[in-house]
């Protein structure tokens, strides 16, 4: 199996990120078409509660077990990996199989009580089957970006994205003929066949590893030996996973209360059941998805990030790290910067391209100038838990959390802002937690960013904007989708010949992208 180099791990999953990124914009376009915002609220309802359970089962397994493999991988020992497989497997499915058995035996409670709107009922007990899936396969992706092999790990992700895609779609249109709760459980069974799927790809790839079976030993010295070190492993993974499953923990419980607090606060200004679930879909469904989409490339950052700080670490390498932290912080902001420029000046367009309503326009303005915060948190927080600091990262989460939950309930149940006050709630916590985990990151390794980097970067985001805005108010073209298009090209390009021209990104930056960067090393010779 080869390994790859942190930047090539990064550009592999954010190749991959992207293109499910793009891909899970279809149902995100398509659902409220067929099903409305307010079956797309049902469907959010559901996702508070069961990130919560699967933060619990999963949340810092990958991690832990990447950042264990990644030890041993470097001591050369495969069958200390194996039982760091099997230890890890045996307490994510174990914990996997309780929560599904309370589940089930609370749904009805869960789906009244807890998210706001029985009519979800149906889609709980649909969204049950994934959690055992996503203990395993969680388990399966931590020990191949331990390899650094991010490959299974961005080819599952893609299969797994596709047939959710086609999945969901087809069983909300099939179900829709029996009510938006039918139509809302069918999609909800597009989401775990599509987890089933990628499983399957990472079972295929793990067979195909021959991983070395544990040795069977008579010798009691041996036996007792394995059985120390086995206590050992198990520490070291609870040592790891707990806090930063404690750090996931606050983050998916506050969005659950977030979605509780949301839908109480939005009837105490005087908004409908009905109209809350809709308003919230529209925020968590629409306006949400939109500003994730370059989290893929802080997602792929932060899960090649880990494993390369823990061996520079492990081996006191300094340089490397400041190395890794500028690559990471430098990439994501810069590849962040144009969507936060294109969502803030071109919402409303983008939204009644995408969704045929731009009624949350507002809300993609209001978020968009905190996006790029939003975009750096990610290798900030895989910094603090890689440097064996997931408390610090645990309590900038829980300050941040804490926070959001008070202004919605003091702004959400005004009937000035409504729905607005969760938007200005969720940006505090966005910007409060990230500024939290870089100065932490600066504390511990000494780290800054360039100022200059920074100046560079403004003066070619207002040259950005200046040139979108200039197009797209031409209206050259006859329809607004091609006037759309090529504003957002025109700028984007002039964005990319900036940062060329400021020295932001060079040939040897784009050197290091798998497969296009051959092109530039052999630029650079001739």
Partial sequence: MRKQSFIQGAMILLAAGILNRLLGFVPRIALPRMIGAEGVGLIQLVYPFTIVVLTLIAGGVPLAVAKMVAEADTRGDQKAIRKILNIALTLSLGVSLAAGAVCLALAEWISS???TDARVHTAFLTMIPVLPLVAISSVWRGYFQGKQNMIPTAFSQTVETIVRILLTLMF??????????AAAAGAVLGMVAGELAGLMVLWIQIKRDHIPANSKSADIAIEKTESRM????????????IPVTGSKMIGSLSYLLESILTARSLAIAGIGTAEA???????????IPLLLLPGALTYSLAVSLVPSLSEAASRGDWTTIHKRLHQSMRLAVITGAPFVVLMGLLAAPLCALLYGDDSMA?????????????YMQAPLQAALQALNRPGT???NTFAGAAVKIILIVQLATEPEFGILGAVIAIGVNIVLVTLLNWISVARLTGFRMHPLDFLK??????????????VWNRHWLPLSVLNLGTACLSATIIYLLLLIWMNLIDRHDAARVPIIGRLFRVTGRT
């Fill in 277 to 287: 679930t809709a308003q919230y879909g529209a925020l968590q469904g629409m306006v």
């Fill in 230 to 241: 086995e206590r050992n492993y198990v520490r070291q993974l609870l040592g790891t996973a």
């Fill in 113 to 115: 009580q807890i998210m």
């Fill in 457 to 470: 970067l403004s003066a070619a985001t207002a040259i950005m904007s200046a040139a979108a805005m200039w």
């Fill in 172 to 181: 909300a249109w099939m179900f829709l003929p029996f009510g938006l709760e």
């Fill in 393 to 395: 990262a645990l309590f």
């Fill in 362 to 374: 507002g809300m993609l303005q209001w978020f968009a100038p905190i996006a790029i915060f939003l």
